[in-house]
């Protein structure tokens, strides 16, 4: 991987953390008008979201022992945006029909969180091992490597909490940010492929 493609690769993760962390903070206020704003409804969603990056990160891992490239690498941001779209498309009747179907608050709300979250978030969660992978080089700076992704995807993701919550929840409804979450991903995926492309065709120029 070139200077430039790394910086690419640190770019996409600080943004997958922000719209990780953007779309839970949201994930409270699609509950909500359903389920309230407890502290047991918010428990639901973390643990949802905590649960499912883990699966993400096992997945991911094992993604990237597969010819990790920055193609594949695209391709994960594109589905990833693919499955947010259905949360601002059904949230709505999933809600309805949790709500009418479970009395109790606690287990409706965590049953919603999964429906909607779970999937897109397992995604999300294959970025961050599979940048390290891209990234890794040199088995004796694997250490730093991981704590620098770390570093900029956490970054991300704390921009993503406070910027949501200061600024685009005033602005927008719910689903027009979650919308734009989801061309970000995809569109950040395109570019990550379309990178690959010119490399690869610059480097057969080159042989």
């Given at each position: 991987?070139?200077?430039?493609?790394?910086?690419?690769?640190?770019?996409?993760?600080?943004?997958?953390?922000?719209?990780?962390?953007?779309?839970?903070?949201?994930?409270?206020?699609?509950?909500?008008?359903?389920?309230?704003?407890?502290?047991?409804?918010?428990?639901?969603?973390?643990?949802?979201?905590?649960?499912?990056?883990?699966?993400?990160?096992?997945?991911?891992?094992?993604?990237?022992?597969k010819n990790?490239?920055?193609?594949?690498?695209?391709?994960?941001?594109?589905?990833?945006?693919?499955?947010?779209?259905?949360?601002?498309?059904?949230?709505?009747?999933?809600?309805?029909?949790?709500?009418?179907?479970?009395?109790?608050?606690?287990?409706?709300?965590?049953?919603?969180?999964?429906?909607?979250?779970?999937?897109?978030?397992?995604?999300?969660?294959?970025?961050?091992?599979?940048?390290?992978?891209?990234?890794?080089?040199?088995?004796?700076?694997?250490?730093?490597?991981?704590?620098?992704?770390?570093?900029?995807?956490?970054?991300?993701?704390?921009?993503?909490?406070?910027?949501?919550?200061?600024?685009?929840?005033?602005?927008?409804?719910?689903?027009?940010?979650?919308?734009?979450?989801?061309?970000?991903?995809?569109?950040?995926?395109?570019?990550?492929i379309v990178?690959?492309?010119?490399?690869?065709?610059?480097?057969?120029?080159?042989?």
């Amino acid at each position: 991987m070139t200077l430039k493609t790394n910086a690419l690769i640190y770019f996409l993760a600080f943004c997958s953390g922000f719209c990780i962390m953007g779309i839970e903070l949201l994930g409270g206020r699609i509950l909500a008008p359903f389920f309230g704003s407890s502290v047991h409804i918010w428990g639901s969603i973390i643990t949802v979201f905590m649960l499912s990056l883990s699966f993400g990160y096992l997945l991911g891992g094992k993604l990237s022992t597969k010819n990790a490239s920055l193609t594949k690498y695209g391709l994960i941001f594109l589905v990833a945006s693919i499955m947010v779209v259905p949360i601002t498309l059904f949230s709505q009747p999933i809600m309805e029909f949790i709500f009418t179907h479970i009395e109790d608050s606690r287990y409706g709300s965590l049953l919603a969180s999964t429906a909607l979250f779970f999937i897109p978030t397992v995604i999300l969660g294959m970025i961050s091992p599979y940048s390290v992978r891209l990234l890794v080089t040199d088995s004796d700076k694997s250490g730093q490597v991981a704590g620098r992704l770390y570093f900029v995807s956490t970054l991300g993701s704390a921009l993503g909490t406070i910027i949501t919550s200061f600024y685009f929840v005033l602005a927008f409804d719910v689903n027009t940010i979650i919308g734009a979450f989801a061309l970000t991903l995809g569109s950040l995926g395109l570019v990550a492929i379309v990178v690959n492309s010119l490399v690869n065709n610059k480097e057969l120029a080159h042989a």
